[in-house]
């Protein structure tokens, strides 16, 4: 006899941070009977392997920048102070592991049942799970189900010997350090690993295929961040052809592990440790959305309206603004304003933990020009050094720039885009992302009175 299918009003697949909005928002305050299935560690990608060990690692490492500028400010700091990597390791583990227990624990509070297995559609409303606890499998239904499974780290299945290599995930299992490390990529997770381990005292060798990296960013952010690398010692390998193998020369951890890169132009290169960041895939093999007649793009990606809809029942991850726009019309905490709520994914403000911090909201310089013409566009530019760097001497100073840029359009100089780099951006640009999503104006900007003596007051004061 097949077992009974347990019914809600809402499915989540997925305990990440889209998933886990949706399902607050839809329980917690509209009360929709709510479940949500997670197969791996609660908070996903973001809590687990990607931005919270991410910006601890980052911490760690400007810790380590910040011992050497102190010699600068007179402090009698002992060159190469020594630090346990391993102990750090630990405890950046147990603050995700805190997370994870706090984010069960919203669940619970707000009446999300939480069901710990792999789902996979056996049709367009109905899931089968197979429980991690190993007690076999569960059936579950509900008219509403959401799709927030991510993505996972790819590797170049067509390269012998990626294996040897590691993917952002493997990054925060390194407890001892490699001496020397690769790293393949151009896009910011390859910026940012390879600044922190840099500064951490790890010889870094970036590969990218053309001169700058950071490509979807400005021109102004490429160009600088990568010769601020440079210029900090990171090896850059401009115009590289790729790998054409990966062979393990000696395995181990740290500085005994040993790998031999074979260049499709037959130059080796040697290292201790290989990332690829190359991109990601969609988290969906094993979900088997077809059975749901889901459709999907070649590379996987499923195919949603501009509220985030698939052509049949199910959505991706919206986060709070589908479970406001499914439950939120008919409650007296929502509205019908709510019936076209969605995720507006205009401006929205972005930051790169590089070494320094980049900042970016809206239309790059370029963009903004093949969508209003070069003539209704307006860049305002600045680059200083930061007080921060007034004691340092002269040829280290002119290596750490800071460098903003608006792109205004129209005789309104309407703030399209700005793009930021320095010490604070990151911090910076979520203040200054409200202003431009709001439509904020060259002249706004402007009128506000400047803060000093600060980096940010440039922005206010371009002419």
């Not at 305990?15 to 560690?41: D, F, H, P, V």
């Not at 991109?279 to 007649?293: D, F, Q, S, V, Y």
Request: proline fraction near 4%.
């Amino acid at each position: 006899m097949a077992p009974i299918a347990k019914s809600y009003d809402f499915i989540v697949i997925g305990g990440g941070s889209g998933g886990s909005g949706a399902a607050r928002r839809a329980s917690g305050w509209y009360g929709a009977k709510t479940l949500l299935i997670e197969n791996g560690k609660s908070g996903g990608t973001c809590v687990n392997v990607g931005c919270v060990p991410k910006k601890l690692t980052w911490n760690f490492a400007s810790i380590s920048e910040a011992l050497k500028d102190g010699v600068h400010y007179s402090y009698d700091i002992p060159q190469n102070i020594s630090f346990n990597f391993a102990e750090f390791k630990k405890k950046r583990d147990a603050n995700v592991k805190n997370l994870n227990n706090a984010y069960e624990r919203n669940w619970s509070r707000e009446a999300v049942d939480l069901v710990h297995g792999t789902a996979t559609f056996k049709g367009e409303k109905e899931l089968e799970v197979n429980l991690l606890d190993g007690s076999g499998t569960a059936t579950f239904t509900a008219p509403h189900i959401l799709i927030a499974t991510g993505g996972h780290p790819t590797k170049p299945d067509d390269i012998p010997g990626s294996e040897h290599g590691i993917t952002s995930d493997g990054f925060f299992d390194i407890v001892e350090l490699p001496k020397k490390m690769a790293f393949v990529g151009a896009g910011y997770i390859a910026v940012e690993l390879a600044g922190v381990m840099h500064a951490i005292g790890v010889e870094c060798h970036l590969f990218i295929r053309h001169e700058t990296f950071l490509r979807n960013f400005d021109p102004m952010i490429q160009e600088t961040l990568t010769k601020r690398y440079e210029d900090a010692g990171i090896h850059i390998h401009k115009n590289h052809k790729g790998f054409k193998e990966v062979i393990s020369l000696k395995e181990g951890i740290g500085s005994e592990k040993l790998l031999r890169l074979i260049g499709h132009d037959g130059e080796a290169f040697e290292c201790n440790e290989l990332l690829w960041a190359i991109g990601r895939t969609p988290e969906i093999e094993e979900l088997k959305p077809a059975n749901a007649g889901v459709k999907l793009k070649p590379t996987g990606h499923v195919i949603v309206d501009e509220y985030q809809n698939t052509n049949v029942n199910v959505a991706i991850a919206a986060g709070r603004a589908l479970s406001n726009r499914l439950f939120g019309t008919a409650h007296p905490r929502g509205g019908a304003h709510l019936s076209h709520a969605k995720l507006d994914y205009s401006n929205i403000p972005t930051v790169v933990f590089a070494h320094p911090e980049v900042g970016t909201i809206g239309l790059t310089e370029p963009q903004a020009v093949a969508r209003f013409g070069a003539e209704n566009v307006k860049i305002y530019h600045t680059k200083f050094a930061a007080m921060y760097y007034d004691f340092h001497p002269a040829d280290e100073k002119a290596k750490n720039p800071t460098e903003y840029k608006l792109v205004c359009e129209g005789p309104e100089e309407r703030i399209v885009g700005m793009h930021i780099l320095g010490l604070g951006s990151s911090e910076m640009m979520q203040g200054f992302g409200v202003a431009v999503k709001m439509g904020a104006r060259k002249r706004d900007f402007d009128a506000c009175v400047a803060i000093h003596p600060t980096s940010a007051e440039e922005v206010v004061t371009m002419k």
